[in-house]
């Protein structure tokens, strides 16, 4: 059963075409995160929500944005995806975002831009 | 500033031999370290973390403050421990970094 679920799992949009990755929960944790992942590179930390406070990286683009409606679902907006957004975004929760909890990822979707 | 360091992207031993993926962390504080796993068309999942002290699939890694390193370290390798690893750090709540990671494959 799975506990955090992205979709699509592969999506090609345009340069400069907007596009949304969106991730669900069953878990009902508080903190959802947004990784972007790029060929053999570590997965790299974009912002994280602590039930509905937005906590943004400081090196994220302005070009990502994200919104929680709910606790149970996070998306991730690209305005304008230039060809270096071509990567893995993985969508993961935690609990309570204490420093010692786990993370539960998502399976994760394959953006392309053409 | 926190930093996770794998220096091996390949790593590959025989089946029975002993494997040991090194993991260095740049933090000023007391940081919570993780060792996570990717199979081949899973998801990533935990594998263990330090604090637990605990060995997973026969896989132990222990935190060495004076050298800032976590190395995952398992005697006898299996060819189902073919995988992607990745250390992680976590300095402060809610952020946790990641390694580049080490794809471990062990011949038969």
């Known amino acids: 059963d799975a506990m955090v679920i992205q979709n699509p799992r592969y999506q090609v949009t345009q340069f400069g075409k907007p596009v949304t990755l969106s991730c669900s929960q069953t878990?009902?944790?508080?903190?959802m995160y947004w990784y972007q992942q790029k060929s053999s590179q570590a997965p790299k930390l974009l912002f994280h929500y602590y039930d509905k406070d937005f906590n943004n990286e400081a090196d994220t683009p302005d070009n990502f944005q994200s919104r929680r409606p709910n606790t149970s679902f996070c998306f991730l907006d690209i305005r304008s995806p230039g060809l270096g957004d071509a990567a893995m975004y993985l969508c993961?929760?935690?609990?309570?975002?204490?420093?010692?909890?786990?993370?539960?990822f998502g399976s994760g979707t394959q953006l392309s831009v053409l | 500033a926190q930093r996770v360091t794998q220096p091996e992207k390949l790593l590959s031993v025989f089946k029975g031999a002993p494997v040991e993926l090194k993991c260095n962390y740049s933090y000023s504080g007391s940081p919570e370290l993780f060792w996570y796993v990717q199979y081949s068309r899973q998801r990533l999942q935990l594998l263990l973390r330090?604090?637990s002290r605990e060995s997973i699939k026969g896989f132990t890694a222990d935190l060495n403050k004076g050298e800032t390193s976590f190395h995952l370290k398992k005697p006898f390798a299996q060819e189902e421990d073919s995988a992607m690893y990745y250390c992680?750090?976590?300095?402060?709540?809610?952020?946790?970094?990641f390694g580049s990671g080490t794809r471990l494959s062990i011949r038969p």
């Open positions: 878990l009902n944790h508080n903190v």
């Open positions: 330090h604090i």
């Open positions: 992680a750090l976590s300095g402060s709540a809610s952020k946790i970094i």
């Open positions: 993961a929760t935690s609990s309570s975002g204490l420093t010692n909890e786990k993370l539960f």
